[in-house]
Nanobody, 122 residues
Framework: VQLQASGGGLVQAGGSLSLSCAAS????????MGWFRQSPGKERDFVAA????????YYADSVKGRFTISRDNAKNTLYLQMNNLKPEDTAVYYC????????????????WGQGTQVTVSS
């Protein structure tokens, strides 16, 4: 199983970015997916998750209303649309997959991408 995240970059506060995560080596539609982020010196935190089959979603309170997680099972790709970005959104963003239920718990994700840097300037 391989996950490859992309789409990070530098953006001004209030701007938007779209992240992608390409999956290979498994049946993507059966995998529940999530996005996490980690700032320097901090723990890796949950951002959003989406179920494989029903596309049920769940968000951290800090991003609710600004970020949208989605997936295209035909393209084996996970997305994170980030709008109205804030400096505190600056972090390395990771995509992750699990065959467990829709979960926010980092330790329940078995597959991880390499991370993509998002920097929001004030």
């Amino acid at each position: 199983v391989q996950l490859q995240a992309s789409g990070g970059g530098l953006v001004q506060a209030g701007g938007s970015l779209s992240l992608s995560c390409a999956a290979s080596g498994l049946t993507f539609s059966s995998l529940n997916m999530g996005w996490f982020r980690q700032s320097p010196g901090k723990e890796r935190d949950f951002v959003a998750a989406i179920k494989g089959s029903t596309r049920t979603t769940y968000y951290a309170d800090s991003v609710k209303g600004r970020f949208t997680i989605s997936r295209d099972n035909a393209k084996n790709t996970l997305y994170l649309q980030m709008n109205n970005l804030k400096p505190e959104d600056t972090a390395v963003y990771y995509c992750a997959g699990t065959f467990r239920g829709l979960t926010t718990t980092i330790y329940e994700y078995d597959y991880w991408g390499q991370g993509t840097q998002v920097t929001v300037s004030s």
